[in-house]
């Protein structure tokens, strides 16, 4: 994989998948973004539109199709957790060929597993993404954070191809680090995502309303995340996941709430149910997420 002139295919255009694409496609790399027929020709046609104060606001030209149908150099996979194993079919193993590195973005800590399965193991390289971007039409993104941060990781993958994709995001703008665990990483990540997604989405209010209103099950909610990912071989620092809460601009929602204002399907299982997995199979109590999960289940099986 060298370092300029990459394929790189985005499975699943949307507000981190589109923004991506689009920062990527203007470095000067060919993106080609999989998608259903109608949002495949809008994007081959009129490109990615992307609204941005961090990134300014360009359009950008890229590739579409609902199948990948060349070798790609990296497919950064950026669909919800509830669509992925119907997107996959976008994918075929035998076109992305045994070269091609596999970026999952998703929410939760289960998807590897199935990714593992699905591809060769050594391909595969979660990631996580820290950024507030929404596609409000097909092929229109609004980029509201002032960041966009990514961390790779090189548990089985080879690390001289982890770092030539950290070079080319970090070319086309994005904050980039190389975690040295593939369990830390995604369980920092969930430490932070389980309380901000289940709260607002159990109370239907922004983050600011959470860290005052419900802080005590705010609190509560972290140091039961923190001591799973802990017995799950990840040091979380609940007091660290706390103070991020009381960072963010207080009108931040989560893309579970805004699914659930929308009527679409909530991420409910790839998050509190795994939480909840992986809290029985380490025998850690998590009170306090198990009646947010039971209370948002019957959102869920609407979106469904």
């Not at 009527?263 to 992986?278: F, H, N, S, V, Y």
């Amino acid at each position: 994989m060298a370092n300029d002139g990459l394929t790189v295919a985005v499975l699943g255009p949307g507000g981190v998948g589109g923004l991506l694409a689009a920062l990527l496609a203007r470095a000067g790399h060919r993106v080609i973004c999989l998608a259903g027929d109608e949002t495949a020709r809008t994007l081959a046609a009129d490109g990615i539109e992307v609204r941005s104060g961090r990134f300014g606001d360009f359009t950008a030209r890229v590739a579409a199709d609902t199948e990948l149908r060349e070798p790609a150099d990296v497919c950064l996979i950026a669909v919800k957790a509830t669509a992925l194993d119907a997107a996959l079919e976008r994918l075929p193993a035998k076109t992305l060929g045994e070269e091609g590195l596999i970026v999952p973005l998703l929410n939760g800590v289960e998807h590897p597993a199935l990714l593992r399965e699905r591809y060769r193991p050594e391909q595969v390289a979660p990631a996580v993404i820290r950024v507030e971007s929404t596609r409000i039409a097909p092929g229109v993104i609004e980029h509201g954070s002032p960041f966009a941060e990514v961390d790779l990781t090189a548990d089985t993958a080879p690390r001289a191809r982890i770092e030539t994709l950290a070079g080319v995001l970090e070319w086309a703008g994005v904050r980039v680090r190389i975690q040295d665990s593939e369990a830390a990483t995604l369980w920092a990540k969930m430490s932070f995502l389980a309380p901000f997604a289940l709260l607002t989405t159990r109370y239907g209010v922004p983050v600011g309303d959470v860290r005052t209103l419900h802080r005590e099950e705010l609190a509560a909610l972290v140091e039961e995340t923190a001591a799973v990912g802990r017995a799950c071989g990840a040091p979380v620092d609940p007091a660290a996941a706390l103070a991020r809460y009381d960072a963010f601009p207080a009108a931040t929602k989560s893309s579970m709430q805004r699914d659930a204002e929308a009527g679409r399907t909530l991420e409910l299982d790839a998050i509190g149910g795994a939480l909840l997995r992986a809290a029985e199979r380490t025998g850690v109590p998590v009170p306090v997420t198990s009646r947010l999960v039971r209370d948002l289940a019957p959102a869920a099986d609407r979106g469904n």
